[in-house]
């Protein structure tokens, strides 16, 4: 059974990554609008979550979570035929947006095997790389947690998580892989090492959730109004309405989820799962639960509108009221198309 919020709130998450990667005017206002973090944080710790829910209901049939695998395949498929796409609309038409894939087009026979093992992946194409190998991976993780007899079993499952994340901090990992590879190579801005952390603590957190009695879920509730005040603390904060210095790069770091970053997030997400808990329809929208359903076709889609735009000339681009009206019609487009993906009654 789907969670009809929890669609829609992926829905919205969508929308704000798509106006957010427009960019300005629109996005000066919405990116990390919250505090230390983005949408996209939002967006791997739900599909983390929603996927431990269907490892749940699915164990029965599929104990070893093959759909888990066969979605996985299919993502990767998504990616390389969304790659192909973009690639040759710039080579062919779009000569404004060649320079993306300069690299690919300079050493296409090195290129393209890997492209295929997600090894290299141009800028804005990295998150579906980063969903086939989490989906990868959980298909023989999520059946630990699904098999597992109580919190603490539980818990167990998650430190690996936490360790790998604590020690990708150090950027030791990533310039280990790196090196193995020419340095023309883009990897993206998604360190899989640190964002599996988000991924796997939305499993985790469902997980726990499934187990907890109701001292637990009491527990939480009463604790969850008093995440109010770091959040505000971290809201104003990174809007510099108090007057102290921005934290370091490192705590806030995107690509390897910063610690001030992961801790400003979870806040968040206890916030939104505290509203969520007592009024079921407040984030339940029928726009947003749509596009929600259809994730995977909308992010796709997404992607080859923002380089379309990117292809617009500069003079429309950076101007009113086009730098508005083209990323509102871009999320109309996105809701369209998961409207046309909708079984007909």
């Not at 090492?193 to 009695?213: D, E, L, P, R």
Request: charged residues 15%; aromatic residues 18%; glycine residues 4%.
């Amino acid at each position: 059974m789907r969670i009809k919020a929890l669609d829609s709130i992926r829905g919205l998450l969508l929308l704000q990554m798509t106006l957010d990667h427009f960019g300005k005017p629109i996005s000066y206002y919405l990116y990390q609008c919250f505090g230390f973090f983005s949408a996209a944080e939002g967006f791997f710790f739900l599909s983390g979550f929603v996927g431990i829910l269907a490892a749940f209901s699915k164990s029965a049939k599929d104990p070893k979570q093959t759909w888990m695998r066969r979605r996985s395949c299919r993502i990767w498929v998504y990616h390389l035929a969304t790659l192909f796409i973009v690639c040759m609309l710039a080579y062919f038409a779009l000569v404004r947006i060649q320079w993306f894939f300069a690299p690919m087009y300079s050493h296409l026979g090195q290129s393209i095997p890997l492209s295929a093992i997600l090894a290299y992946t141009p800028l804005y194409l990295d998150v579906l790389p980063l969903y086939v190998i989490l989906l990868l991976v959980g298909s023989f993780t999520f059946p630990l947690f699904v098999k597992a007899k109580n919190k603490t079993q539980i818990f167990l499952l998650w430190i690996p998580s936490l360790v790998l994340w604590a020690f990708a901090l150090t950027g030791y990992i990533d310039s280990t892989l790196h090196g193995l590879f020419p340095k023309w190579v883009s990897h993206g801005d998604f360190r899989p090492f640190s964002w599996q952390f988000i991924y796997f603590t939305g499993a985790a957190v469902a997980a726990w959730w499934k187990h907890s009695n109701d001292n637990d879920k009491q527990l939480i509730r009463k604790i969850t109004p008093w995440f109010l005040i770091p959040f505000a603390f971290c809201f104003l904060w990174s809007h510099q309405f108090i007057p102290l210095e921005l934290p370091s790069d490192f705590m806030v770091d995107k690509q390897f989820v910063g610690p001030l970053r992961a801790a400003n997030f979870f806040i968040f997400v206890m916030l939104i799962a505290g509203i969520v808990r007592k009024w079921p329809a407040a984030l339940d929208f029928k726009v947003t639960n749509v596009i929600g359903r259809h994730s995977l076709d909308v992010y796709s889609a997404h992607i080859v509108l923002l380089y379309l735009w990117f292809a617009t000339p500069g003079n429309i681009r950076y101007s009113s009221p086009w730098n508005v009206l083209a990323p509102i019609a871009a999320c109309i487009i996105l809701w369209a198309l998961a409207k046309l993906r909708e079984p007909r009654k």
